[in-house]
């Protein structure tokens, strides 16, 4: 019913840079807070950044001053321009949204992507 398409992973050298993106689609009345969390092999998920409706931001310790998230509202986009990346931030990323399909607040619900591997390697 609703979909989050990430985009933008690959493979960058320490130092390089990366910008994700991730447009939700389908049975949308509107997108509310959208974010990025990332999990790296044996370790938790955990948020990376996320945006409020408002473009509020809140970023994790190890990202700020490097990451920098944004959001389109016209076309239910989120983005992560992520800069000076380093070894540590090599794993999938996956975007989150609070998504209505109705306007009415009983309908609103999280949804995931399924994620871009993002791999930092010289």
């Known amino acids: 019913q609703v979909q989050l398409v990430e985009s933008g992973g690959g493979l960058v050298q320490p130092g390089g840079s990366l910008r994700l993106s991730c447009a939700a689609s389908?049975?949308?009345?509107?997108?509310?807070?959208m974010g990025w969390y990332r999990q790296a092999p044996g370790k938790e998920r955990d948020m990376v950044a996320s945006?409020?409706?408002?473009?509020?931001?809140a970023y994790a310790d190890s990202v700020k001053g490097r990451f920098t998230i944004s959001r389109d509202n016209a076309k239910n986009t989120v983005y992560l321009q992520m800069n000076s990346l380093r070894l540590e931030d090599t794993a999938v990323y996956y975007c989150?949204?609070?998504?209505?399909?109705?306007?009415?607040?009983?309908?609103?619900?999280?949804?995931w992507g399924q994620g871009t591997q993002v791999t930092v390697s010289s």
């Open positions: 945006i409020s409706t408002g473009s509020s931001s």
């Open positions: 989150y949204a609070q998504v209505s399909s109705t306007g009415r607040i009983e309908d609103t619900r999280g949804y």
């Open positions: 389908g049975s949308i009345f509107r997108v509310y807070a």
